[in-house]
């Protein structure tokens, strides 16, 4: 029983230091999708507010409560909207 009870513990440790690793993965997807839109697309013209500026501070307000796939989703849709591909993770 008891060694039972070290291996459930085990496994649960590893769990949440797989689950954090995603996670802290996926921040820096987000993180990388904000400052590529930031550097190529968030460029001010003329007063006016940078076309898909508004995607691009939703998706990185997703991603910092956890929610990594909408977050991504609405940087991936700024950086297209501001008329550039998005840059493959890395």
């Known amino acids: 029983m008891a060694r039972?009870?070290?291996w459930q513990g085990m496994v649960v440790v590893v769990m949440a230091a797989g689950a954090a690793d995603a996670a802290a993965q996926d921040m820096r997807r987000c993180e990388?999708?904000?400052a590529y839109y930031d550097?190529?697309?968030?460029r001010v013209s003329e007063g006016r507010m940078p076309v898909?500026?508004?995607e691009?501070?939703?998706g990185y307000q997703e991603c910092r409560k956890g929610n990594f796939?909408?977050?991504v989703r609405l940087l991936e849709d700024a950086i297209r909207k501001s008329g550039y591909n998005v840059p493959p993770p890395g």
């Open 4 to 6: 039972s009870l070290a």
């Open 32 to 34: 990388q999708l904000a």
């Open 39 to 42: 550097r190529y697309g968030g």
């Open 52 to 54: 898909g500026r508004i």
């Open 56 to 58: 691009r501070e939703l």
């Open 69 to 71: 796939d909408g977050g």
